[in-house]
């Protein structure tokens, strides 16, 4: 699982899905990392495979669902502070999976433009929070109008 995440991120920059050195938010280019390793401890080759649910990262995204604020989704998207912060990394790529597992299987067409409008940022340019929070809600609406679907249909997933 761990391979099939660091090749997820190498093939994204090789091929030009992000681009090297942009402001690629990290709940986008570790969650789809994430999405990509689907582990499966009782297989031989421990991968489950493309698509498949990180049932790890489902378990975190669920048990912490107790503490999900109106703004935790909103902040995912805005800020990297989560997933770079050591004590909350765990809970944030659960988080960040989640909601690349959900836009993937729910919102295809806004995903593919939204990755598509991030490959042509140029590198060594930071986005504010503001910034990436329009860019967001631009492709999938406002976080809050949108968190509430999220939620619902995450709880579904098997």
């Not at 099939?4 to 709940?27: C, K, M």
């Not at 990394?89 to 989640?98: G, K, L, M, T, V």
């Not at 990436?132 to 509430?148: C, H, K, N, T």
Request: with cysteine; hydrophobic share 35%.
């Amino acid at each position: 699982a761990t391979i099939v995440h660091e090749a997820t991120h190498q093939i994204a920059f090789n091929s030009g899905l992000q681009t090297r050195y942009s402001d690629i938010p990290l709940w986008l280019c570790e969650g789809m990392a994430v999405y990509f390793e689907a582990p499966a401890l009782a297989s031989k080759s421990g991968w489950r495979g493309i698509g498949k649910v990180n049932y790890p990262r489902l378990d975190t995204f669920r048990r912490n669902l107790g503490n999900w604020q109106n703004n935790t989704l909103k902040n995912l998207v805005s800020d990297n502070r989560r997933l770079r912060d050591p004590r909350q990394a765990s809970d944030a790529y659960a988080d960040a999976w989640a909601l690349n597992y959900y836009l993937i299987k729910y919102q295809p067409k806004s995903y593919a433009a939204y990755l598509k409008a991030l490959s042509q940022k140029p590198p060594l340019q930071e986005d504010s929070p503001a910034t990436r929070l329009a860019e967001f809600s631009e492709y999938f609406g406002e976080p809050q109008q949108f968190e509430q679907d999220f939620l619902k249909q995450m709880g579904r997933v098997k």
